[in-house]
């Protein structure tokens, strides 16, 4: 499971697949059992020893089950996982959000489900990625949206949800729609963020280039532009073959030697880092572009210190490169384009999304359902655990990243910092959580890092942070 094969190995390998007279079959359920047209690679079954499975939810067959969040206090055990429908056919009815509860892992079981009205007359995909808040002393779910012209409700971008009172599901409330009244598609990406100034901003990608940036507060008071503060810019018109000019994924992350907010952005060209300690004006701290191989990223994940950062670019084939930015952060450069390592689990595992929690990489890819790499040392990774959720095969002439073979496993994931608890979504299997062997939790002080992930600290705010002088969010 190294990153590291040799040619000769590969080679050999190669050749004995090719000297095996067996082709990998689909289950007699899946609508392309009958296809003559398949790949000899078998699929990929089981997983490592250290990492176990807690539970499964199947949740229905195809790509109906694409991102998740998972709340962080233990007292809080739910997660919110996106439901999708693919493929143009109008009798799947999944466009919304499942709630699950994870009260106890080893019997996960969904208590409510939210879904759009209508939805066979609502064109597109449906759910997207999604992101949990609290405002106030109340929890709330924002579920991105991405609905087709032609159809009702081409302008939402997402729901809020009020989910303060779960368990009973009886007080799940619907708020409202984050609409884009210039533009349709909706919110591809989301990324809430509790900022060193107190506010509670949502970061969403998709609609219009460079995405868009919402407090959540005015928001909820009835902002008549719901809470639009602006567009973050992008530095350039888009890369031919790329995203055009706009952002895939955001992450959102204090610097507390640096003493601000930074954004983190993937999208066309590459990857690119904006001083957002004040959203109104960003500016442009440094970019990745001119990257061998990359025309476009699609996510960009900081260590806790923001030293080192992790890269995805959703195409077969490919690792996941691993790049330093002290030299941009100290503004030493304004663009680096040479990574320092990279990993990746088998050579056709298309990596997807991943969370980090220093020294580990959690990873969802396509074909290779969850993976845990170490990134103690940046410039030589290496897997420490998996767990295959979805025995996919890649059908001959199915590898481009767009293709039903490149795309149909792992989606998204989650970690849970108080306990360690894993989940994750695969568009094929559903819904799982794991647990692994001697990762009990996570807090950044423990690597002699700072205590900073994609988990926010919605009562105290980003761990560094100076007071907020505005009214306090709790």
């Known amino acids: 499971m190294r990153a590291d094969w040799s040619v000769s190995a590969l080679i050999a390998g190669l050749s004995l697949i090719g000297a095996v007279s067996v082709q990998a079959q689909l289950p007699a359920s899946d609508p392309r059992s009958n296809d003559p047209s398949r790949s000899l690679r078998l699929p990929h079954v089981g997983g490592s020893s250290n990492l176990e499975v807690l539970s499964h939810i199947p949740l229905g067959g195809w790509s109906k089950v694409l991102g998740l969040d998972l709340e962080q206090e233990l007292s809080r055990p739910y997660v919110y996982v996106a439901r999708a429908d693919w493929g143009g056919d109008l009798s799947m009815t999944s466009k919304g959000v499942d709630i699950i509860s994870i009260k106890d892992p080893a019997k996960a079981q969904v208590i409510h489900s939210w879904r759009i009205s209508s939805p066979e007359l609502h064109l597109g995909i449906g759910g997207r990625d999604n992101s949990y808040f609290k405002l106030k002393g109340r929890y709330y779910l924002e579920q991105n949206l991405q609905f087709g012209q032609g159809g009702p409700d081409a302008d939402v971008g997402a729901v809020v949800l009020d989910v303060t009172g779960l368990p009973d599901t009886s007080r799940v409330k619907e708020i409202g729609f984050i609409r884009t009244p210039d533009t349709k598609g909706g919110f591809h990406n989301g990324f809430m963020y509790r900022h060193s100034d107190g506010r509670a901003l949502l970061f969403a990608t998709g609609g219009d280039p460079g995405g868009r940036i919402y407090d959540m507060e005015k928001f909820l008071a009835g902002d008549p532009n719901y809470g639009m503060i602006r567009k ?243």
């Not at 210190?305 to 941009?328: M, S």
């Not at 396509?366 to 845990?372: A, E, I, K, N, S």
Request: net charge negative; with cysteine; proline share 9%.
């Open 232 to 474: 973050p810019p992008h530095p350039d018109g888009g890369t031919p073959g790329g995203r055009g000019a706009s952002y895939h994924d955001y992450y959102v992350g204090y610097d507390p030697a640096g003493k601000r907010d930074l954004l983190w952005g993937a999208g066309a060209g590459g990857y690119y880092v904006y001083d957002v300690t004040k959203p109104e004006e960003p500016v442009l701290v440094v970019s990745l572009s001119g990257i061998a191989g990359v025309t476009g990223g699609h996510t960009f994940t900081p260590t806790p210190d923001g030293r080192y950062a992790v890269t995805e670019t959703e195409y077969q084939y490919t690792p996941l490169r691993i790049f330093d930015l002290k030299p941009g952060l100290d503004g030493t450069t304004k663009n680096i384009s040479r990574p320092i390592g990279a990993w990746l689990g088998s050579w056709d595992g298309n990596p997807h999304n991943h969370e980090v929690r220093w020294p580990y990489v959690f990873v969802t890819a396509y074909m290779d359902g969850l993976q845990v790499f170490n990134m103690m040392d940046p410039t030589n990774p290496y897997t420490v655990a998996y767990h295959f959720t979805c025995q996919c095969i890649l059908p001959a002439g199915k590898e481009g990243a767009g293709q039903v073979g490149g795309m149909e496993g792992g989606s998204d994931l989650d970690v849970r910092n108080a306990d360690g608890l894993i989940v994750s979504t695969d568009r094929r299997s559903g819904f799982w959580v794991f647990r692994m062997d001697g990762f009990d939790g996570w807090n950044g002080h423990q690597w002699g890092m700072p205590n900073i992930s994609s988990a926010q600290n919605w009562d105290n705010g980003p761990e560094g942070a100076p007071k907020p002088t505005r009214v306090s969010q709790r």
